[in-house]
């Protein structure tokens, strides 16, 4: 609900050109958004950072026309939700060498994928997920758009955290999940490509969400202090 109303505000399409929905903002006032955002609620900032920055981001900056026209008016309203699928059991900062699979099918209409994912930020609610796989026995990662809808997906209960307890984070299953073939987001084997430039942005919205909470302790910190009287006379 609260993701839904930042959308109608704005917050999840600063970046967006208007055509789609967006604001059609600068990188100075996406940082602004996630900071305030992120004073109130580190989780929200979080979720709010995955949406905009890693599912939405990449179909911004790598999609096609019809991709862009059919994803990013629902994207930034809030009225479909997004996560980022690309950690496995298995590779973590070596992405590279996950192990999850697409193959073409028969009919050439659908690639048919097989994995799993974890630690997905957002994996609870979201609607449409970035997935990054890789074709046949192809060297390098694809990255395919998947809606929560198509067949074949699956979630593990919510994990249990020390923290952004406000966060969705779930694992995905994929067994023989049917995507259709113009959901290929950019080229075959450019999905590690583009997953490493869409993170190193990524990163830079985690900064502002940490100075966000950094900037909202010190102002409790320094009323307490302000407050809290010990001994006769304020601490």
């Not at 930042?6 to 050109?17: K, Q, R, Y």
């Not at 026309?65 to 690309?86: R, S």
């Not at 097989?114 to 609870?124: D, E, R, V």
């Not at 113009?182 to 900064?207: D, H, M, P, Q, Y």
Request: overall charge positive; charged content about 20%; glycine content about 12%.
């Amino acid at each position: 609900d609260v993701l839904k109303k930042l959308g109608e505000l704005g917050a999840l399409g600063v970046l967006v050109p208007e055509q789609y929905g967006g604001a059609g903002l600068g990188y100075y006032e996406y940082m602004t958004t996630i900071i305030e955002v992120a004073k109130v609620c580190g989780s929200i900032g979080l979720s709010v950072a995955a949406h905009n920055s890693l599912c939405t981001g990449h179909i911004l900056q790598f999609g096609n026309d019809e991709q862009k026209k059919k994803y990013l008016p629902k994207l930034t309203t809030g009225n479909w939700k997004a996560a980022y699928c690309l950690t496995e059991p298995g590779s973590g900062s070596d992405a590279n060498s996950g192990k999850t699979k697409a193959i073409l099918s028969p009919d050439g209409k659908h690639y048919v994928i097989n994995g799993q994912k974890m630690w997905i930020t957002n994996a609870g609610f979201a609607d449409v997920f970035v997935v990054f796989a890789k074709i046949d026995n192809d060297e390098n990662l694809s990255a395919f758009i998947v809606e929560r809808s198509f067949p074949g997906i699956s979630f593990n209960p919510e994990e249990h955290k020390m923290g952004i307890k406000g966060s969705s984070t779930r694992q995905i299953f994929f067994s023989d999940c049917k995507v259709p073939v113009e959901n290929l987001l950019s080229e075959r084997g450019n999905g590690f490509k583009i997953a490493v430039n869409i993170l190193n942005l990524g990163r830079i919205k985690l900064a502002g969400a940490a100075l966000g909470g950094s900037k909202r302790t010190s102002t409790f910190s320094i009323r307490y202090a302000n407050e809290r009287q010990q001994f006769g006379r304020p601490i």
